[in-house]
T-cell receptor, first 111, second 113 residues
Framework: GQQLNQSPQSMFIQEGEDVSMNCTSS?????WLWYKQEPGEGPVLLIA?????ELTSNGRLTAQFGITRKDSFLNISASIPSDVGIYFC???????????FGTGTSLTVIP | EAQVTQNPRYLITVTGKKLTVTCSQN?????MSWYRQDPGLGLRQIYY???????DKGDVPEGYKVSRKEKRNFPLILESPSPNQTSLYFC????????????FGNGTRLTVT
């Protein structure tokens, strides 16, 4: 099955810095999702995007559905220690029966 | 509270000893799916189900079985576990009405010795 290309693979940042990560694909997607996974826990949905060009915020998190429908971006502003975790994207194509996942971005925030 | 519940959370077993990991959701979702998560490989789909009595193979179905006799339950069965099935397993569900985002369980960490 297709995996989405997610970058960067890992990030080490100072508390207070902004974070950017992205997912790309060679295929068109109708839905883009961003999840956060903390150690020992299941992924938790952060933001869902349903329309090309859509820009959606959830607190300090902002995600965008790329206008080509082949990519999506997640930004975290003013990072704090509790932002630590693995962030990964997921996409749903118009065939609608399988979600595809990025391999994740591991975020470490240094106080 | 809307949730996907997996049991057990942790399981250590020996090669060849049949086991079942249960998954239940209380959101009346039609779609349910099993994934395994391994370092560097991300989430890989094992099996999925579009509705009761409808199941299909995902990307890595070998060595696994599933059943969907009721809408809320989607157990994962390992008839003869092997060490390469040591992994972190997640069950997830979604509504097919507008394809809501996947809701994940908290995971089952399986070790096969």
């Amino acid at each position: 099955g297709q995996q989405l290309n997610q970058s960067p693979q890992s990030m080490f940042i100072q508390e207070g810095e902004d974070v950017s990560m992205n997912c790309t694909s060679s295929s068109i997607f109708n839905t883009w999702l961003w999840y956060k996974q903390e150690p020992g826990e299941g992924p938790v949905l952060l933001i869902a995007l349903y329309k090309a060009g859509e820009l959606t915020s959830n607190g300090r998190l902002t995600a965008q559905f790329g206008i080509t429908r082949k990519d999506s971006f997640l930004n975290i502003s003013a990072s704090i220690p509790s932002d630590v975790g693995i962030y990964f994207c997921a996409g749903l194509r118009d065939t609608g029966n399988q979600f595809y996942f990025g391999t994740g971005t591991s975020l470490t925030v240094i106080p | 509270e809307a949730q996907v519940t997996q049991n057990p959370r942790y399981l250590i077993t020996v090669t060849g000893k049949k086991l079942t990991v249960t998954c239940s959701q209380n959101m009346n979702h039609e779609y349910m799916s099993w994934y395994r998560q391994d370092p560097g490989l991300g989430l890989r789909q094992i099996y999925y189900s579009m509705n009761v009595e409808v199941t299909d193979k995902g990307d890595v179905p070998e060595g696994y079985k599933v059943s969907r006799k009721e809408k809320r339950n989607f157990p994962l069965i390992l008839e003869s576990p092997s060490p390469n099935q040591t992994s972190l397993y997640f069950c997830a569900s979604s509504s097919r009405d507008g394809w809501s985002p996947l809701h994940f369980g908290n995971g089952t960490r399986l070790t096969v010795t």
